[in-house]
């Protein structure tokens, strides 16, 4: 069980930075130098860019776990990135963080999403393997630098350096000190670009990247659960063996012996995210006691993350994980969605890379005759774009024939 939150000293908006918090005053700036705003701070202004971007409206129409028309209820890439960013703010909020710089990550790490979720990166990277792979994390990095086309004097957002380095590091560092990669091939996208603008791949990333990273890992855990619930591929008595919301369960039926299931089910995602808050604040003071981080540098540096679960709520999380895995992610059901989805990802990529003419205006131009690892990128990059509906839509004028993801 999760110790007391500790929750003596948190910020609430209005004290002064910690010394160890990102100052937008002092940040590294932008790969294209641009005048400053007179009214907003970079790390505002990127987060501004990232909310206006084509890329982030395009992710209302991205799988999270259920395909768009089971219903309108379910969670999309948007809504769970707008969910994530309103708990980093709250945990960079107490930790005297930069709360604008935490939700500008938290918005825009998922950028990078193929249709269909994880299942059509899968199907992309399989795909992708004769020229580096595919990699969300990466996509989302050529997205902000590359790929958004808006701006007369640059391509991609031209966010500041600390956004960028939160998106590709949010998780940890990608390299040791060596340049090795620490969990397999660090993907081509990010070391080019990182030559190019040096985002530090061996070091921590910012506190403020790290609520973005752990609110991420919050939000799907309950709203995961919501899902579940609602579409009777989770039962509360299921969820009442495992622990977490198993003891959340048993004080929401102590409290409110009536209530029904559907308020139930509500009780117990609010209070699991605030459990899950308050221990990622009383364990990030403690490491900050521990490590003493001075200044932004110190964190770069500290060899551990700052912003983690005790050890306690981690193992719970970890139980959580693997109960969502087995009975909702692996649920028969969710795995013949997938099966398709996997399907159309695979079909629509040979035919593009066969074919480039099939795409549109602006995607094809050159390809003919471009070497296979160009022709292949750009195929990659252009469905990696698209939505579920959009995904369907090509497969049905490409194949004549609607694809049944029911």
């Given at each position: 069980?999760?110790g007391?939150?500790?929750?003596?000293?948190?910020?609430?908006g209005?004290r002064?930075?910690a010394?160890?918090?990102?100052?937008?005053?002092r940040?590294r700036?932008?790969?294209?130098?641009e005048?400053?705003?007179?009214?907003?701070?970079?790390?505002q202004r990127d987060?501004?860019?990232?909310?206006?971007?084509t890329?982030?409206?395009r992710?209302?129409?991205?799988t999270?776990v259920?395909?768009?028309?089971?219903?309108?209820?379910?969670r999309?890439r948007?809504?769970?990135?707008?969910?994530?960013a309103?708990?980093?703010r709250?945990l960079?909020r107490?930790?005297?963080?930069?709360?604008d710089l935490?939700?500008?990550?938290a918005?825009v790490?998922?950028?990078?999403?193929t249709?269909?979720?994880?299942?059509g990166e899968?199907?992309?990277?399989?795909?992708?393997?004769?020229w580096?792979g595919f990699?969300?994390?990466a996509?989302?990095?050529?997205?902000v630098?590359r790929?958004e086309?808006?701006?007369a004097e640059f391509?991609g957002l031209?966010l500041?350096?600390?956004?960028?380095?939160?998106?590709?590091?949010?998780n940890g560092?990608?390299?040791d000190s060596?340049g090795?990669g620490?969990?397999g091939?660090?993907?081509?996208a990010?070391?080019s670009?990182?030559?190019l603008?040096?985002l530090?791949l061996n070091r921590f990333?910012?506190?403020?990247?790290?609520?973005?990273?752990i609110a991420d890992d919050i939000a799907?855990?309950?709203?995961?659960i919501d899902d579940g619930l609602?579409?009777g591929?989770l039962?509360?008595?299921m969820?009442?063996?495992?622990t977490?919301?198993?003891?959340?369960?048993?004080?929401?039926?102590?409290?409110?012996?009536h209530l029904d299931?559907v308020?139930?089910?509500?009780?117990?995602?609010?209070r699991?995210?605030?459990?899950m808050?308050e221990?990622?604040?009383?364990?990030?003071?403690?490491?900050?006691e521990e490590?003493?981080?001075?200044s932004v540098?110190d964190?770069?540096?500290?060899?551990?993350p700052?912003?983690?679960?005790?050890?306690?709520m981690a193992?719970?999380e970890k139980?959580l994980k693997?109960?969502?895995?087995r009975?909702?992610?692996?649920?028969?059901s969710?795995?013949a969605?997938?099966?398709?989805?996997?399907r159309i990802v695979r079909?629509?990529?040979?035919v593009?890379?066969?074919?480039?003419r099939?795409?549109p205006?602006?995607?094809?131009?050159?390809?003919d005759?471009a070497?296979e690892r160009i022709?292949?990128?750009d195929?990659?990059d252009?469905?990696?774009?698209?939505t579920?509906?959009y995904?369907l839509k090509e497969?049905?004028?490409?194949f004549?024939?609607?694809?049944?993801?029911?």
């Amino acid at each position: 069980m999760a110790g007391q939150a500790n929750l003596e000293g948190i910020g609430f908006g209005y004290r002064p930075r910690a010394a160890y918090a990102c100052d937008p005053a002092r940040s590294r700036g932008r790969f294209c130098p641009e005048p400053e705003s007179p009214t907003r701070t970079p790390f505002q202004r990127d987060r501004d860019r990232i909310i206006h971007s084509t890329a982030f409206r395009r992710l209302k129409h991205k799988t999270q776990v259920f395909i768009a028309h089971e219903g309108d209820h379910y969670r999309t890439r948007l809504t769970h990135s707008i969910e994530v960013a309103q708990i980093a703010r709250a945990l960079a909020r107490a930790l005297r963080c930069d709360e604008d710089l935490a939700e500008a990550i938290a918005l825009v790490h998922d950028f990078g999403h193929t249709p269909f979720g994880h299942t059509g990166e899968d199907a992309l990277n399989e795909k992708m393997a004769p020229w580096g792979g595919f990699d969300h994390n990466a996509q989302s990095l050529r997205i902000v630098t590359r790929l958004e086309r808006r701006y007369a004097e640059f391509d991609g957002l031209n966010l500041t350096w600390e956004t960028l380095e939160g998106l590709v590091k949010h998780n940890g560092p990608l390299t040791d000190s060596t340049g090795g990669g620490l969990q397999g091939p660090v993907p081509p996208a990010i070391l080019s670009y990182s030559q190019l603008h040096d985002l530090e791949l061996n070091r921590f990333a910012s506190v403020e990247a790290q609520c973005a990273a752990i609110a991420d890992d919050i939000a799907y855990n309950a709203h995961d659960i919501d899902d579940g619930l609602r579409a009777g591929l989770l039962t509360l008595d299921m969820l009442r063996d495992v622990t977490l919301p198993g003891r959340i369960l048993r004080t929401v039926g102590e409290l409110y012996p009536h209530l029904d299931p559907v308020r139930t089910g509500h009780e117990l995602m609010r209070r699991q995210i605030t459990i899950m808050v308050e221990d990622v604040i009383t364990t990030a003071k403690k490491n900050v006691e521990e490590v003493k981080p001075a200044s932004v540098e110190d964190v770069h540096d500290a060899g551990r993350p700052i912003v983690t679960f005790s050890e306690s709520m981690a193992s719970e999380e970890k139980e959580l994980k693997g109960f969502l895995y087995r009975n909702l992610y692996r649920h028969p059901s969710v795995v013949a969605v997938r099966r398709v989805a996997d399907r159309i990802v695979r079909d629509l990529f040979d035919v593009y890379f066969a074919d480039p003419r099939q795409m549109p205006e602006g995607w094809r131009e050159g390809l003919d005759c471009a070497e296979e690892r160009i022709k292949a990128r750009d195929v990659a990059d252009f469905l990696a774009g698209m939505t579920d509906t959009y995904a369907l839509k090509e497969y049905e004028r490409l194949f004549d024939h609607t694809p049944d993801l029911r």
